[in-house]
């Protein structure tokens, strides 16, 4: 049961005018990006609570599409005649958790889906059969920094469609999105989840990984626009270090494939005044 919900308007470093609470979308004409937190969501030893967890990913899709109910909403995203993939993410500092692996491909059934025609991979995608035969994908992955990108995020999610990832990495990553107009992708992702339950906000390094840059923020980020979750993520984990650092610490390298996603490849909106945030559930310390 969502216990409090808050509607804002992204507007750069306000990131606060209130709207409308239930907007149309047609007449809002901006994505929608649903942040949902819980803190009963981790343990206090950081294990996760995959029913909390469920009941997240629940209310964020209701609330995205404006459905009267879960199973709605999701029948809504995924047809039964859908074979879909899961674009997961394995790294092994920050995977994909498997209890939202297993949600996804839950509901993914429950739509009505054979569970033949639903798969959940990573780095074996372009050989996984499902994957090849694809008429929906899910992509769902963990934010965290990323040495080559400034961040790895949805958007750099769908680099494993392709034979020679490397052929991305110049410029900071910038032109990830067209991956997202190869053959493979492009048109068929229904619904975008960051996972923002303990993102990596700050490494140096190609294998970066530290724990006292992952704080327990305990929530996600749905949306349909891949490049407007990204830009919302990066929000989040810009503030964190604003926070942490006590000044302003820049990507580095730039995060810049989520700006150029909008203004070169047109694939999203980046721009955080055109974006509506849709704030639920647990909402202490607001973005950070």
């Not at 700050?202 to 929530?219: E, K, L």
Request: charged share 25%; glycine share 8%; net charge positive.
């Amino acid at each position: 049961m969502i216990t409090r919900r808050q509607l804002f308007s992204v507007g750069g470093a306000a990131l606060g005018a209130l709207v409308t609470p239930r907007a149309p979308l047609a007449a809002a004409r901006r994505p929608r990006v649903v942040l949902v937190r819980d803190k009963e969501v981790l343990d206090a030893t950081g294990k996760l609570r995959a029913p909390i967890l469920e009941r997240m990913l629940d209310q964020a899709v209701v609330r995205l599409l404006d459905a009267k109910d879960a199973a709605s909403a999701w029948r809504a995203l995924i047809k039964p005649a859908d074979t879909v993939g899961i674009k997961s993410n394995v790294w092994k500092h920050l995977p994909t958790p498997p209890e939202l692996e297993a949600a996804l491909r839950k509901r993914v059934i429950g739509a009505g889906v054979d569970a033949r025609r639903v798969a959940v991979d990573d780095r074996g995608v372009r050989e996984n059969p499902v994957f090849q035969r694809a008429t929906a994908l899910v992509n769902v992955r963990p934010m965290r920094t990323h040495h080559w990108s400034g961040v790895g995020s949805l958007l750099k999610n769908y680099i494993m469609f392709v034979p020679d990832p490397p052929r991305y990495h110049p410029d900071s990553c910038a032109d990830l999105a067209a991956i997202w107009k190869l053959p493979a992708v492009a048109g068929k992702t229904r619904l975008n989840v960051l996972v923002m339950l303990t993102p990596l906000f700050y490494g140096v390094g190609a294998h970066h990984y530290d724990t006292q840059f992952v704080w327990r923020y305990q929530g996600l980020l749905v949306g349909t626009d891949p490049v407007a979750v990204d830009r919302v993520g990066l929000e989040i984990l810009l503030r964190k270090r604003r926070a942490h650092f006590g000044e302003e610490r820049r990507m580095r390298p730039p995060a810049k494939h989520i700006e150029l996603a909008d203004a070169r490849h047109h694939l999203g909106v980046a721009d955080l005044a055109k974006i509506e945030l849709v704030k639920l559930g647990w909402g202490e310390g607001a973005l950070v």
